[in-house]
């Protein structure tokens, strides 16, 4: 069982250990974001949209450093720059908060459904996409560097 752990952990595990890695990450932001959101509002007091704004930013934290760290972890490194990937990751972000927000407003009318059914069509659609995205155009590892060349004959 340990072994298998391990070989899910590997960088080398291929797409297989990279989706159990950022299901793994994604239910500990699900679980973090809200509790977070709650006990600040809950607990300490805030209004309940201030801790819901820290605690989304929290999330969108966790989540970034999830994925560079755990999910998408190369040996060799990363194509992009650390500032490249949370530029492209909030663009991401962005555009999949309007999408989610577009979607539940527009189409449950539209199509005489539950705005609760749009949203997990919408999420699940969102999932696949980011992984997808993430491995290929943010947290993507470097090409393969060309052969070193060759020594000179002597």
Not at 48 to 77: E, K, M, N, S
């Amino acid at each position: 069982m340990a072994s298998r752990v391990e070989a899910l952990r590997s960088p080398g595990s291929g797409i297989v250990g990279q989706g159990v890695r950022f299901a793994l990450s994604g239910g500990i932001v699900a679980i973090v974001y809200p509790v977070t959101t709650t006990l600040l509002a809950d607990v300490v007091g805030l209004p309940f949209q201030a801790a819901l704004a820290i605690g989304y930013v929290a999330g969108l934290a966790l989540h970034f450093t999830l994925q560079r760290v755990f999910v998408w972890d190369h040996g060799d490194g990363f194509a992009l720059s650390l500032d490249r990937q949370l530029r492209r990751y909030l663009l991401v972000a962005a555009i999949e908060y309007g999408i989610t927000a577009a979607s539940t407003a527009l189409l449950p009318s539209a199509l005489g459904i539950s705005t609760e059914i749009v949203y997990l069509v919408t999420v699940a659609a969102i999932v696949v996409t980011n992984f997808l995205l993430f491995r290929s155009a943010i947290f993507h590892a470097k090409p393969p560097s060309a052969a070193a060349p060759a020594a000179p004959a002597d």
